[in-house]
T-cell receptor, first 112, second 114 residues
Framework: QQQVKQSPQSLIVQKGGISIINCAYE??????FPWYQQFPGKGPALLIA?????SEKKEGRFTISFNKSAKQFSLHIMDSQPGDSATYFC???????????FGTGTRLTVIP | ETGVTQSPTHLIKTRGQQVTLRCSSQ?????VSWYQQALGQGPQFIFQ???????GRGNFPPRFSGLQFPNYSSELNVNALELDDSALYLC?????????????FGAGSRLTVL
């Protein structure tokens, strides 16, 4: 059973556009929601993370929007650049837990 | 500051064989976690080691085992390899017992089972 559901599976965005990736979860015990970025041949790298006590977190061009009542969160990449082309994973973990539950990933391609 | 290093980067085994994958944690990190990433999927938690003891395990059979050494490096051992074990195996380290936060991943070891 997939604990975190992610969509879309792939996304193509024009340079300068906004990339939006969505995730949903059921387990209300989750209290930490990170996004990871993975380039080919590399391991995932933490991009940005949020806790459910805030509805939005912004770091540079990357923003997480969090809707606790809907149990959904999304990653917005503003002014998308070809260098942003990578696979993005949402994830979730419970307080005190030692593991992350990952989504299935979104392959983002930003075309010039 | 060195990151997480894993070896080997690629290896091919046949069904039924055994494999050992190695991981050196990032400097200052004493907790190591292992994840399996099948092609086109997100990483799945195998287990975590803290203070040389297994500290939590995901839904993987006992033929997946591990070790952590006093220098915090770690090994993942898989016995009786099956075709479905073909995947990228990721090691992640973290400072102290910070749970699942602040994970630094290595580039992984890609295992192909024929």
């Amino acid at each position: 059973q997939q604990q975190v559901k992610q969509s879309p599976q792939s996304l193509i965005v024009q340079k300068g556009g906004i990339s939006i990736i969505n995730c949903a979860y059921e387990n209300t015990a989750f209290d930490y929601f990170p996004w990871y970025q993975q380039f080919p041949g590399k391991g995932p790298a933490l991009l940005i993370a949020i806790r459910p006590d805030v509805s939005e977190k912004k770091e540079g061009r990357f923003t997480i929007s969090f809707n606790k009542s809907a149990k959904q969160f999304s990653l917005h990449i503003m002014d998308s650049q070809p260098g942003d082309s990578a696979t993005y994973f949402c994830a979730a973990s419970m307080r005190g837990a030692n593991n992350l539950f990952f989504g299935t990933g979104t392959r983002l391609t930003v075309i010039p | 500051e060195t990151g997480v290093t894993q070896s080997p980067t690629h290896l091919i085994k046949t069904r039924g064989q055994q494999v050992t994958l190695r991981c050196s944690s990032q400097s200052g990190h004493n907790t190591v976690s292992w994840y399996q990433q099948a092609l086109g999927q997100g990483p799945q938690f195998i287990f975590q080691y803290y203070r040389e003891e297994e500290n939590g395990r995901g839904n993987f059979p006992p033929r997946f085992s591990g070790l952590q050494f006093p220098n915090y490096s770690s090994e993942l051992n898989v016995n009786a390899l099956e075709l479905d074990d073909s995947a990228l195996y990721l090691c992640a380290s973290s400072p102290g017992w910070t749970g699942a936060n602040v994970l630094t991943f290595g580039a992984g070891s890609r295992l192909t089972v024929l």
